[in-house]
C-alpha cells in the first residue's frame, strides 16, 4: 500500500476578473479533508480576507461546467470561481 | 478550432467560412465597443476570458443553433485590451432563407452573452476602471418585472416566476 501523503488534500480554486482582484491571487486552496460540496468551497472563499464582497451572482464551475450548491467537489476537479459574464 | 482571438476579428474570414452555394442569406451580428456605459464616457475595455470553458460552451451554442436550424454559424470573440469601435464579438449565420439566418443569429449571440465565461473592464474618461456586472442592470430589470407580475392574474404569475428560474438556472 502506498503511504498516504504528507499534505492534507486541497481543492484548487481558479479566481477570474474581479475575484481575482478581490482575493489578490489567481486562484486559492481550499482545505477538503471529508466530502464537500460547491457551497461548501464558496463558504471558505467567502470568509477569506476580501472573500466578503463576493455577491450572490457568483458561479462555479466545476470540471467545465456551472455547478449547484449541492454538487461535490473532489481534490483534483477544475474548480473555478466565476464573477457575473460580462461576454458580448 | 479556437473561438477567442487574441487579434483583430476578421469578419470577411467569417463570413467566407459559412458561405456555400446552398446558403441564399448570410445574417451577422457585430458587436462593438461602445463609448459610454450608464452615463460615462468609456476609453477602452479590456476582454478576458475562461478560456477552456469558453472555448467549450461556444462550441456547445453552435452546435445547438446548427441542430436546430438548418444553418451554418461562424462565431469570433475577441480578447484583450480594445478601443472603440473595435469589432469584441462576430456571429455569422448562413442559411437557404433569411428567416432562419436570423434567428439562429439571435439565438447564438443570445447564449454567448449568457453562458461564456468572458469579463469585460471598462477604462473611463476620468482614469478610473471598473468590471461589467450585469447583473445589477438585471436585477433592476427583474424588480420591474416583479412588479408587472404582481398587477397580473395568479396564472400569469406563476407562468413568470417558473420561466425566471430557469433562466438562471440553466447556461
Known sequence: MPASP?????????L???????????????????????????????????????GAGALV???????????????????????????G | MSF?????LDVNGLLAEVSAP?????????????????????????????????ELVSAEIVAEAERRWPVR??????LGDLGIGEAAVAVAVAGAHR????????????????????WKRERYADGTEEWVDPTRQEIARSEER??????????GQEVASSEKREGSAVW
Open chain 1, 6 to 14: 504528507a499534505v492534507s488534500p486541497v481543492i484548487r480554486v481558479q
Open chain 1, 16 to 54: 477570474y476578473a474581479r475575484f481575482a482582484d478581490l482575493l489578490g491571487a489567481s486562484h486559492v486552496d481550499v482545505p477538503a479533508s471529508g466530502p464537500t460540496t460547491v457551497a461548501d468551497v464558496l463558504a471558505r472563499i467567502r470568509s477569506l480576507p476580501g472573500g466578503s464582497a463576493i
Open chain 1, 61 to 87: 464551475a466545476v470540471n467545465l461546467r456551472q455547478a449547484r450548491p449541492e454538487q461535490p467537489v473532489s481534490p483534483g476537479d477544475e474548480v473555478a470561481l466565476l464573477p457575473p459574464l460580462a461576454g
Open chain 2, 4 to 8: 477567442l482571438s487574441a487579434e483583430a
Open chain 2, 22 to 54: 446552398g446558403r441564399g442569406g448570410i445574417a451577422v451580428f457585430i458587436g462593438l465597443v461602445r463609448d459610454h456605459q450608464a452615463g460615462r464616457r468609456v476609453e477602452r475595455l479590456g476582454y478576458s476570458a475562461y478560456a477552456p470553458m469558453a
Open chain 2, 73 to 78: 454559424v461562424g462565431l469570433r470573440h475577441r
Open chain 2, 99 to 118: 428567416d432562419e439566418a436570423f434567428a439562429a443569429c439571435r439565438y447564438v449571440i443570445e447564449e454567448v452573452k449568457r453562458r461564456v465565461p468572458i
Open chain 2, 146 to 155: 416583479d412588479q408587472e407580475v404582481a398587477s397580473s392574474e395568479k396564472r
